[in-house]
């Protein structure tokens, strides 16, 4: 089984990097700049330059052009950008490959609920966004076919190192739920509760 992690705006970093080599299974990481490391000074310099060169239109199209390479079975993990990314193609019919995702923090959902996924999805969002009531966009997302999800307790960005909201104990939990899944088994197979 092939896996993808799409990621946020600062793209392809060391520490991404880093978490790709430490799940099991064969990882790719596809990113909205062509593989190039950005070296992005902070967060508002990675969103200037993802918005005003690349923009989500153009990533999901990136994503789809990977997508349609692959002819075995292909699990997505997404952060940010990238999860809002996997959203978008997740009811493209034409996408036979892909079996499950798995969605960190896409606060671009919230654009998109019009989509309904032909494929396991499954959401997490952080504490609170600035701009919307994530409590509030939940449950009308999870009434959706093929769609699970959860709230943490944690804040947009704490999987990435280089976001201010990154929180290391986050960033473990979810690094050792996501080395437990098989590397034959979806990114989706993640246990959404502490238990």
């Known amino acids: 089984m092939q896996r993808f992690i799409v990621s946020d705006i600062f793209g392809r970093t060391d520490a991404l990097e880093n978490m790709a080599d430490q799940l099991p299974g064969q990882v790719q990481i596809i990113d909205p700049y062509n593989g190039k490391h950005m070296n992005f000074s902070d967060e508002a310099d990675a969103y200037e330059y993802f918005v005003s060169h690349v923009g989500l239109k153009e990533y999901k199209n ?12 292909l699990t997505l993990l997404g952060f940010s950008v990238g999860a809002s990314a996997i959203w978008s193609i997740s009811d493209n019919a034409l996408l036979k490959s892909i079996t499950g995702a798995l969605a960190f923090y896409g606060s671009q959902i919230r654009n998109a609920q019009e989509v309904t996924p032909r494929f396991p999805v499954k959401l997490i969002f952080p504490e609170a966004e600035k701009h919307f009531d994530v409590s509030e966009l939940i449950p009308s997302l999870l009434r959706k076919r093929n769609t699970d999800g959860i709230q943490v307790e944690y804040l947009h960005g704490f999987m ?13 939990e979810y690094l050792t739920k996501l080395q437990l899944i098989p590397e ?12």
């Open 62 to 73: 990136i994503l789809i052009n990977q997508v349609r390479e692959i002819s075995e079975p």
């Open 160 to 172: 990435n190192y280089y976001s201010p909201n990154y929180d290391s104990k986050g960033y473990e």
């Open 184 to 195: 034959e088994e979806c990114f989706c197979r993640i246990k959404l509760d502490n238990n």
